[in-house]
């Protein structure tokens, strides 16, 4: 089945049409592609579909719409009722402003690379997914909330293609089509700068410069704005005769050999102090038994922790130091975006034969091929593949080496099936010892020095979590007029201790939220409920009563919690019953969810606090490259 976005919204089944009946249906269906398989609220819906005067029958026309679409579209797509909306889930079938998306982002990548064919031809089938205007049988509303994307989209990955044709030396046949963009998109500086290039390679300067002098006066008169660098460095290119330069055929382009071990590794956090013990664990696991590959079949070894426990700051110091007992290299790859959204299993794949030297073709090659060449390249091999922020068994398969010599080190919230328990180090939050070193180390001895009350205090509200204790070394440092006992005040109100906790990038409340929103729903609905017991440490059965639900349900809970590291056992009572207890830091977070919204309990709409972190998370501006320094790193 194929949706066609870019152009009338209309569907295919084997290429033949199916027929949808009318604007509203077609609106409805566009709003669920669009969405990607997220939720759209009913309340979303009802604007897309009437603007400001919906009838007072919507919730049933909606339903009415989502049935026709039922019935139009069969079993191949599934229509699914989740609060507070709908989402479409399309399974296997095709949309093609995804397959738009895709061939863009692989266009551009190669053309950012040089390969200059591949990127015009790929932009080219990029641009050929486009049959008339986008969206040309919705409502207005609709149209006017994603046309302008779609169509800025659009111009982008055209002006990539033009750029392409121009490094293949298509300035003759490029000189009509530009003249004709320019005089429709006369603000778009790129076309007109690609259009002044083409006629100076054409032996035409004087028009090249005419252009220039007429796309000025038009953002003048239009715009009140001076041209920006993208045309005064045309011009100044055309002025100079700087644009002489033939285009080199790609054949005559040497690839680029490297030499040495691929060593992609970020860098160790210059301040790591502490877990000795830990550290001298890990680098043992790692060291390959008498210069050997060791007694494990498979040397893959997890450090798990909540979040901010600083599982990356432990495992990068431990891959620094054992970097001798890997001498075909180590590479590093985070497994998650910056909003703790797993990765495309593709995108980690070609970044890890990136880092190793390959040059996959990702926009040609399945991941099956992906995975076989990645394999081949760490066959044999003695190199350390580093997998920051791994989610689960499912993700990890494909990027685990098939030979014994790749060693696999892997960091996460929760334990992984496909790592032995022997092989599984568990970090928990600092002692108060190495707690002291790490924030004196940060916030400077100066800072800490002959404060010893306050910095205890600061400690204890920490409770333990690196993170934490970098964010406020970091404050103390940066503000050298705040005493101790100012930091203190400010920690020591429960209710705003977590937005007194972040600075910069580092942000503890996003930290657990990540956490926590990974939870399946009954669990995370377990935590809301779990918070208004108390701080103490509780057994099952406590819980169980307290909550009116039977002991099995409230370990079975329990247990979850402790395998995503958000609750610790502690110990056993008098009746050698086992103790749990949550962090304080999750106990706040889990507190304020429920004080501020009591539908917490139920997790159906979310909360504002869980509103306020992911509003936090999707305009936070930090986006890191897969191959650099992962996102919060702490000790």
Request: glycine content about 8%; proline content about 6%; some cysteine.
């Amino acid at each position: 089945m194929d949706f066609q976005l870019l152009g009338s919204v209309g569907v295919k089944r084997g290429g033949k049409p199916i027929e949808l009946s009318g604007a509203k249906e077609n609106t409805l269906l566009a709003a669920l592609l669009l969405a990607r398989g997220k939720v759209v609220s009913d309340e979303r819906l009802i604007s897309l579909l009437w603007g400001w005067n919906p009838p007072k029958t919507v919730n049933a026309q909606i339903y009415t719409y989502i049935s026709r679409l039922r019935k139009r579209l069969g079993a191949e797509v599934e229509f699914i009722r989740r609060q507070p909306g709908y989402l479409l889930d399309v399974r296997d079938a095709q949309v093609d402003v995804a397959e738009f998306d895709r061939l863009g982002r692989c266009g551009g990548t190669a053309l950012e690379e040089g390969r200059h064919t591949e990127a015009a031809q790929t932009l080219r089938e990029a641009l050929a997914l486009w049959s008339g205007g986008a969206l040309a049988n919705v409502t207005p509303q609709l149209a006017q909330a994603y046309v302008p994307q779609l169509e800025e989209a659009w111009a982008t990955v055209l002006e990539q293609r033009i750029e392409a044709d121009l490094a293949l030396g298509m300035h003759q046949e490029l000189i009509a089509e530009l003249t004709g963009l320019v005089a429709a998109y006369p603000v778009r500086e790129r076309l007109r700068a690609h259009l002044m290039t083409a006629l100076y390679r054409c032996g035409r300067q004087a028009d090249a410069l005419h252009v220039y002098y007429e796309g000025r006066q038009v953002l003048s008169d239009e715009l009140g704005i001076d041209p920006s660098s993208t045309l005064t460095d045309a011009y100044q290119a055309v002025l100079n005769g700087d644009l002489d330069a033939s285009p080199q055929r790609e054949a005559d382009i040497q690839p680029v050999v490297r030499t040495g071990a691929p060593v992609s590794l970020p860098p160790a956090l210059p301040d790591f102090v502490g877990r000795k013990e830990l550290l001298e664990n890990l680098c043992g696991l790692l060291r390959p038994a008498n210069g050997g590959i060791g007694h494990a079949p498979s040397r893959r070894f997890l450090v798990v922790g909540m979040g901010g426990v600083g599982k990356t700051a432990l495992a990068l110091q431990a891959a620094h130091d054992m970097r001798e007992a890997f001498p075909d290299g180590q590479i590093y790859v985070n497994l998650c975006d910056a909003d703790g959204e797993p990765k495309e299993t593709k995108e980690i794949l070609v970044a890890l034969l990136r880092a190793l030297g390959e040059r996959p073709d990702a926009c040609r090659e399945s991941q099956d091929d992906l995975v076989r060449l990645f394999r081949a390249a760490t066959f044999g091999k003695r190199v350390l593949v580093f997998l920051d922020n791994a989610v689960g068994d499912l993700q990890l398969e494909p990027l685990l080496p098939n030979t014994a010599e790749p060693t696999v080190l892997i960091t996460g919230r929760t334990r992984i099936a496909s790592v032995a328990e022997a092989n599984t180090l568990v970090v928990n939050p600092m002692d108060d010892v190495d707690a002291f070193l790490l924030l004196s180390k940060v916030a400077g001895d100066r800072r800490t020095s002959g404060t010893s009350g306050e910095t205890e205090k600061i400690i204890a509200h920490c409770a333990g979590l690196p993170l934490a204790l970098r964010i406020v070394g970091t404050r103390l440092a940066a503000r050298p007029q705040w005493s101790a006992s100012r930091l203190v005040a400010r920690l020591s109100n429960p209710r705003t201790r977590l937005d007194e906790l972040h600075v910069g990038d580092l942000d503890v409340r996003r930290s657990l939220y990540l956490s926590v929103n990974r939870l399946p729903a009954e669990i995370r609905d377990f935590l809301c409920r779990l918070a208004p017991t108390g701080r103490g440490a509780v057994s099952p059965e406590e819980i169980a009563a307290k909550l009116r639900m039977p002991v099995e349900s409230a370990e079975r809970m329990m247990e979850a919690l402790v395998d995503v590291g958000l609750l610790n056992v502690t110990g056993v009572d008098h009746k050698e019953r086992l103790l749990y207890r949550l962090h304080d830091l999750l106990y706040l977070l889990a507190a304020e969810i429920v004080e501020e919204t009591p539908a917490a309990l139920h997790m159906t709409p979310p909360p504002r606090s869980w509103t306020r972190a992911v509003t936090m998370l999707a305009t936070s501006p930090v986006r890191l490259p897969m191959l650099g320094q992962p996102s919060g790193v702490c000790q």
